[in-house]
């Protein structure tokens, strides 16, 4: 499993992009890059999940470099309740895929002041 | 879309005791369910994978007979912290992966506050 490093904590304002890189050099051909996010005393929540390039949907951007080592989620306008913890995840996915796991790593604190 | 249901959502039970979480899958059937623990300011940290129908394959450091998962359906998984101390204290988290294309197909229960006391 592809280790992942992220920035333990990042600061924003309301109406600020807010974009977190995480690093995953070791992420393996098949492996996907996923982002959770985590409000306090609940369980994650899936954001957005890429292989390559960019991919867009109605919460946020996942940008991928060609040699796939690290990506950057892009929260556009963030709110006081974008507050949350942020984590990438690499691995494996799909139907066939059994026994895959998720492993956490540390996450991004992300705190959005008004 | 995928639901998981955890429950109950906060118990606080006496040292020495025991107590028994759920982790239901609402609309999809789970093959494989995980439990995490969390302590505070800290992440998730799986403790065991459970297939239905077979034994729990539990991760390096879990005590299996002090954390007893059975998975007996494809729809439940149950977490039961045996003779619970203090230290056991934490955020239980489950997780359930149906056998299905898009989203990564994991779904996460909305966690489990036991307080030992």
């Known amino acids: 499993l592809a280790k992942t490093t992220q920035p333990i904590s990042m600061d924003s304002y309301e109406g600020q992009e807010v974009n977190i890189t995480c690093s995953h050099n070791?992420?393996?051909?098949?492996?996907?890059i996923t982002w959770y996010q985590q409000f306090p005393s609940q369980g994650p929540r899936f954001i957005i999940q890429?292989?390559?390039t960019k991919v867009t949907n109605e919460v946020a951007s996942l940008f991928i470099p060609a040699d796939r080592k690290s990506s950057t989620l892009s929260l556009p306008r963030v709110s006081l309740s974008d507050t949350a913890v942020y984590y990438c995840?690499?691995?494996?996915?799909?139907?066939?895929?059994?026994?895959?796991?998720?492993?956490f790593g540390q996450g991004t604190e992300l705190s959005v002041k008004p | 879309g995928a639901v998981v249901s955890q429950h109950p959502s906060r118990v606080i039970c006496k040292s020495g005791t025991s107590v028994k979480i759920e982790c239901r899958s609402l609309?999809?059937?789970?093959?494989?369910m995980f439990w995490y623990r969390q302590f505070p300011k800290q992440s998730l940290m799986l403790m065991a994978t459970?297939?239905?129908?077979?034994?729990?394959?539990?991760e390096q450091g879990v005590e299996k007979d002090k954390f007893l998962i059975n998975h007996a359906s494809l729809t439940l998984s149950t977490l039961t912290v045996t003779s619970a101390h203090p230290e056991d204290s934490s955020f239980y988290i489950c997780?359930?992966?149906?056998?299905?294309?898009?989203?990564?197909?994991?779904?996460f229960g909305s966690g489990t506050r036991l307080t030992v006391v």
């Open positions: 997780s359930a992966r149906a056998d299905r294309v898009g989203n990564y197909g994991y779904t």
């Open positions: 070791n992420i393996a051909t098949n492996d996907y």
């Open positions: 890429g292989y390559k």
């Open positions: 995840l690499v691995g494996t996915t799909g139907v066939y895929n059994q026994g895959g796991k998720l492993i």
């Open positions: 609309d999809f059937q789970a093959t494989t």
């Open positions: 459970s297939n239905e129908g077979s034994k729990a394959t539990y």
